[in-house]
């Protein structure tokens, strides 16, 4: 009998609760400001964009929210994932690391992104919204959010990032085939949309733009519709917890535990999905595992990013959260990785950087694809450009194995696959695909604009 490859759950054993890390971090999160007052905001400040029981889970301070049955119901479609021992990568790269990655390219989206969607569409159809409006960059988000919508027969209005719009249409095709309205942003459909279209009328857009135009659709709807994130927030982040709660029970099977636990970061969604079990078994346990997010050297806001108050969006529309961000006014270069082409990050990850709990390394674009090529060549999976930041960083971490004769264990989340994203490859594969590096000048240029209230309250 050959080597065990693939570690599989039982649909019982999907979690039944989430886990929320706010009960366990040493120091609480830095309160979310009303820009306005400068005052921490309350439920009611976040009532017309959100459902009452997302509000409460975004402060709640309980360890395990539990997950209804009417959501794992719909996990049973692609939950559990299965957990993979990368075999055939680790004898290509003659390593004695063992390197293991969660598969969330299994979900009907593609992505992990459904984790959530489906919670939030659930919770919104609940309280008797009518549609929810909402962003994305590369199109995994909205493409699971419009499924999610069609499960619970919510109308769903996804504003695209102009730049992915059109390097991506099968993606947009994709959300359009689950019933939502896809439209590129920055687009004439609203206020915030037609300013940057006066300015610039070629914008790439950027998901600072398109969160601005999908908050102002549903502010301005009267209370029947709402805005729906798929990153960053803390209800989302505990949201995608069941992927690391999986983790953990199939490194059971495999009697194995990771040394070395790896994500890319964007919003910082599927990282903290995977990653904050292992980060609670650090603190509550003194287990050792080093926690690493990887960024794209063209958006590195955790590697050169400042830990103060900012904007969620660029019309300065959202309250004010401190995290690191390159400022609310940052355009990002057009790398294929759209899901992490975000100017800020998630508070929870933004806290556990700055209280040395993880590390954050920021990597090029053409050494991303090249380890995307090498994995899809061993594995045989074609991983999203966002997922193969994670896999740059995995195959770095097992070649420094190779060299130092450790056997350290590896894991990393491989957030999604990269069918839809074919044409980055082609870019990649005909040499045609450029490193873009954000410099310090830019850096500093776009935090020369952040607000004065985040400024004093930082």
């Not at 939030?120 to 962003?135: P, S, W």
């Not at 909205?142 to 990032?161: E, K, Q, R």
């Not at 995608?240 to 983790?247: K, P």
């Amino acid at each position: 009998m050959g080597e065990q490859v693939k570690f599989l759950l039982d649909e019982d054993d999907i979690p039944t609760a989430w886990y929320n890390i706010q009960a366990d971090l040493p120091t609480p999160l830095p309160p979310v400001i009303h820009p306005g007052t400068g005052e921490p905001i309350g439920p009611d400040d976040l009532a017309p964009l959100f459902p009452m029981e997302l509000i409460g889970q975004e402060v709640s301070q309980e360890r395990w929210i539990d997950i209804p049955d009417a959501i794992r119901d719909v996990y049973r479609l692609w939950r559990p994932t299965p957990l993979f021992r990368a075999r055939r990568l680790e004898a290509a790269l003659d390593t004695p690391a063992r390197i293991f990655y969660k598969y969330e390219g299994v979900s009907p989206a593609g992505s992990h992104k459904p984790n959530t969607a489906v919670a939030q569409a659930y919770y919104n159809k609940a309280e008797g919204v009518q549609g929810l409006a909402t962003e994305t960059g590369a199109g995994q988000w909205g493409s699971a959010l419009a499924m999610a919508c069609s499960f619970f027969d919510l109308p769903c209005d996804v504003y695209m990032v102009r730049v992915s719009y059109d390097q991506k249409p099968y993606r947009r095709n994709l959300i359009e085939s689950f019933g939502a309205q896809v439209s590129p942003s920055p687009s004439e459909r609203t206020q915030a949309g037609r300013n940057v279209l006066a300015d610039d009328p070629d914008s790439p857009g950027s998901l600072g733009i398109a969160i601005s135009e999908a908050v102002e659709t549903a502010a301005t709807s009267g209370g029947t519709v709402k805005y729906s994130l798929g990153s960053v927030l803390n209800h989302v982040l505990m949201h995608q917890t069941v992927i690391g709660l999986e983790a953990q029970k199939q490194f059971e099977q495999a009697g194995a535990y990771p040394d070395v636990v790896i994500g890319c970061a964007g919003g910082g969604s599927n990282f903290a999905g995977f990653a904050l079990p292992f980060v609670r078994d650090n603190i509550v346990d003194g287990k050792q595992t080093r926690i690493v997010a990887v960024e794209p050297s063209a958006c590195p806001t955790l590697t050169k990013g400042q830990y103060v108050y900012d904007f969620g969006d660029t019309a300065m529309t959202t309250p004010l959260i401190k995290m690191y961000t390159l400022g609310h006014s940052f355009i990002p270069a057009p790398v294929h990785a759209g899901g992490l082409r975000y100017h800020g990050m998630a508070p929870i990850v933004c806290a556990l950087l700055d209280q040395g709990l993880i590390e954050a390394r920021a990597v090029p674009q053409n050494p991303v694809f090249e380890a995307a090529m090498t994995f899809a060549r061993t594995e045989a999976i074609m991983p999203a450009p966002e997922a193969s930041h994670a896999i740059r960083a995995a195959i770095d971490e097992a070649l420094a194995c190779r060299e130092s004769g450790e056997q350290k264990t590896i894991a990393f989340n491989l957030c999604g696959h990269g069918h839809f994203d074919m044409s980055a490859y082609d870019a990649y594969l005909s040499g045609q695909l450029p490193d873009f590096e954000y410099s310090q000048q830019d850096v500093d240029r776009a935090l020369g604009e952040l607000p004065s209230v985040g400024a004093s309250a930082s």
